[in-house]
């Protein structure tokens, strides 16, 4: 389980990065986080995997404080990011089996990497060869392999669909869906309302560090998600422009 | 977990380009500088080799005391391959004379055999080491973060349960591993290059010494690494790092050495020797009118108004030799020595005073150039490798050092003899045959012998007598070397070495602690 209790961030600059958040991803759900760019969705994502410190707050992961013992929430979660690069001139079996064994993961054969690559729709062919001859569809399959590898009980995604084939997409979907049926928390940040409406069991839409709105699936599938979400996105953008107009 | 970060960093680094460009630029300039190095080797033992059997041959022709001059000459050390320290800038023997004090070696200097190629750049071994090792070191680690960080790989490994301080450590450890067998690699080859020479042999205390130059090569090597690494640490993006690290490295190697080189001159300021024996020169003319008087006073004693030699070798050093001499004036100079060779030990201590103001001039000078330059490890390393291998201006100076105190015990054994005061310090010729002026002429007129005509008796010649047995005198020879002295000498040094290492640690500590791994 994920939990935000007033979570702030203000950066050295002085920027208000997240006003207050609340947020809680229990067991065997998983949460979308949508909002425009700089709303705060990958400042949230990084102060769940310690990379930064909050101002004020809380964040627990499994009910361990993320500050007091980042160490120990880290075997907890798993993460994909936006652009997975990995080692290049490792291949994508190499790739794993290093993250497995960081994992504590490190009694892993051979054909226990084949079969998760297998599961994330990576062809038989790419499996022992350099990362750096992927494309970014296949990277982050590697990266999702990875984190499933970890079989942590949270897992953190932030913008996984960006960039990928509406195939890759889906596939992604669903590999999501079974590890929420597996009993995972799962947080994904994404501008991609679409595949919010096909698998999100909460939504939650950030504007400015806030969290404006948190819908269930049954409440977001009776109001229109997305007049919502582009609302509020109008809303931003006109903030926008009144700002740079005055 | 921090074992199998620096695994795959190790791996990782094995199938770079930049691990083949370095193994490869070990490969080829390693062996050139061995090459040229043993070569320049050979060429001084050959010099050593003629030197020490002429200097061999003037001894065993030694007729009196005061022909004792020994002459010294070093023998090139085997380690003077690796580090060629100042050994080429100084001469490799001396004279030692009574009269004076030795104060630097002259002779032949490591110098080329053509002048014009002077300006040829040579290195050593070490040097290579200094340069190669440094380059290497700033090359792996200079993006050994930002590379991390741009690749999005950092923020996947601290979503595991690796810690700042461990993943630090581990990334060290990957570099080390990395270099350590381009470094043995390196040692091994111009070892071989060395060994394989039939001329060259070491002792263990060389081979011991060799093996403590790997160690504190590896010791380097892991300070630049940290350079790199804490560049790494304060740099976001790897463009920015390689720039500040190749900056720093020419910094470190060749404008911190230089600074301190003309540094040092400006700060210590030395006379010209020109003025020092201007001053010497005084002293020598002063000594030389006491003698004048000395040699009047012991005439006037002697009741003679002049010195007549029959056959005599001499010179202005106290160097007397002579056969044939009438009473008088063997009586005459064995009075005259009594007074004046203790007489010019007194000069000799007068004149030393001049030469060891310039020469504590010299250490000081030094002495500053090589702290200024401890801001450089590449200094630091490049001292401790010539004080290991027995080539530093400390390892140097204790070498003139144990000369003059070879001197003091030579002077103790003439003393002991009472050899000042002896006939035999300038002839062999028995005192019993020594014959008076007045019996001289006496034998003259009665035909006994034409000296007008050279029929002389031949103990008046000097062919007639042997070389003197000079084995008792007091030899010149340096104590067995012990690998203990260069070790404690730079102990110091190493320990700098490791305060520096440690220091750089934990800035990378504290840098990385700080870092933004987004």
């Known amino acids: 389980m994920l939990q935000a209790v007033e979570l702030t961030k203000r950066y050295e600059d002085g920027h208000l990065a997240l006003d207050s958040l609340n947020l809680e991803i229990k067991p065997g759900e998983i949460f979308f986080l949508l909002g425009a760019n700089g709303a705060g969705k990958t400042t949230t994502i990084n102060l769940f995997l310690n990379f930064i410190e909050p101002t004020y707050g809380k964040l627990t992961i499994n009910g361990i404080d993320v500050v007091k013992q980042p160490l120990l929430t880290k075997q907890y979660v798993s993460y994909v990011s936006e652009n997975v690069m990995l080692y290049g001139n490792f291949s994508a079996r190499q790739n794993l089996d290093f993250f497995a064994r960081l994992g504590g993961k490190s009694n892993l054969t051979r054909k226990d990497y084949y079969n998760v690559m297998r599961s994330v729709g990576l062809q038989e062919d790419a499996f022992e060869k350099k990362l750096k001859t992927f494309s970014k569809g296949m990277r982050q399959k590697v990266g999702l392999a990875i984190a499933i590898l970890k079989d942590a009980d949270n897992v953190i995604l932030d913008e996984p669909t960006s960039g990928l084939d509406p195939k890759s997409a889906s596939e992604l979907m669903q590999i999501l869906t079974n590890l929420r049926n597996k009993g995972k928390s799962i947080l994904m940040c994404t501008h991609d309302i679409f595949r919010a409406k096909t698998v999100a069991d909460r939504v939650g839409i950030m504007k400015e560090g806030r969290l404006v709105m948190l819908r269930s699936r049954e409440e977001f599938l009776q109001d229109d998600l997305e007049k919502i979400y582009l609302h509020y996105m109008q809303e931003a953008v006109m903030f926008d422009d009144a700002n740079l107009n005055s | ?518």
């Open chain 2, 1 to 518: 977990m921090i074992w199998l970060i620096a695994k795959k960093d190790f791996i990782l680094n094995l199938t770079s380009s930049r691990f083949v460009i370095g193994f490869l630029l070990c490969l080829v300039i390693i062996p050139f500088t061995m090459v040229v190095s043993v070569d320049g080797y050979e060429n001084q033992m050959r010099v050593y080799e003629v030197d020490r059997a002429e200097a061999q041959k003037k001894w065993q022709e030694i007729k009196v005391y005061s022909a004792v001059r020994p002459e010294i000459v070093k023998e090139p050390g085997a380690l003077g391959i690796f580090s060629r320290g100042i050994e080429n800038n100084m001469g490799n023997s001396l004279i030692l004379r009574l009269g004076e004090y030795p104060l630097l070696l002259t002779g032949h200097a490591g110098t080329r055999d053509n002048p014009l190629l002077d300006a040829f750049f040579s290195i050593d071994f070490s040097s290579v080491i200094a340069i190669l090792m440094s380059l290497l070191a700033l090359v792996f680690s200079f993006d050994l973060f930002t590379s991390e960080r741009e690749e999005g790989t950092m923020k996947l490994v601290f979503t595991t349960r690796v810690s700042r301080s461990a993943f630090l450590i581990a990334k060290f450890l990957g570099i080390v591993i990395t270099l350590v067998p381009i470094l043995l690699f390196s040692f091994i080859l111009s070892t071989l290059i060395v060994v394989l020479n039939p001329s060259i042999t070491f002792t263990s205390v060389e081979w011991i010494g060799i093996i403590l130059l790997f160690l504190v090569s590896i010791l380097y090597l892991m300070v630049f690494i940290l350079i790199g690494m804490t560049i790494s640490a304060l740099s976001k993006k790897s463009s920015t790092a390689i720039v500040v690290s190749l900056l720093s490295w020419v910094w470190l190697l060749f404008l911190v050495p230089d600074i301190a080189y003309y540094s040092s001159q400006s700060v210590s300021k030395i006379s010209p020797y020109d003025n020092v024996l201007y001053s010497l020169d005084e002293l020598d003319r002063e000594f030389a009118k006491k003698t004048e008087e000395k040699w009047d006073e012991i005439q006037t004693q002697l009741g003679i108004d002049g010195v007549g030699h029959w056959n005599w070798n001499g010179g202005a050093d106290g160097y007397d030799e002579m056969y044939g001499c009438v009473w008088e004036t063997n009586e005459f100079h064995r009075r005259l020595n009594t007074w004046r060779e203790p007489m010019r030990l007194t000069y000799a201590d007068k004149k030393w005073a001049f030469q060891k103001e310039w020469l504590d001039g010299l250490q000081q000078q030094e002495h500053i150039r090589q702290v200024m330059s401890w801001l450089s490890p590449s200094e630091i390393f490049q001292q401790i490798a010539s004080t290991l291998c027995r080539t530093s201006p400390a390892s140097y100076l204790r070498y003139m050092q144990r000369i003059r105190e070879y001197r003091e015990t030579l002077i103790a054994y003439f003393q002991g003899k009472k050899l000042f005061e002896s006939f035999a310090y300038f002839t062999q010729q028995d005192p019993k045959s020594f014959l008076t002026i007045a019996k001289t002429q006496e034998m003259e007129a009665a035909g006994v012998f034409d000296t007008e005509n050279f029929k002389v008796p031949p103990h008046w010649e000097g062919s007639y007598y042997s070389p003197l047995n000079l084995d008792d005198v007091p030899k010149f020879g340096i104590p067995k070397q012990n690998h203990s002295e260069a070790l404690n000498a730079s102990f110091g040094l190493v320990v700098g070495l490791i305060a520096l290492g440690t220091a750089l640690f934990l800035v990378v500590i504290s840098v990385f602690r700080k870092y933004d791994v987004r």
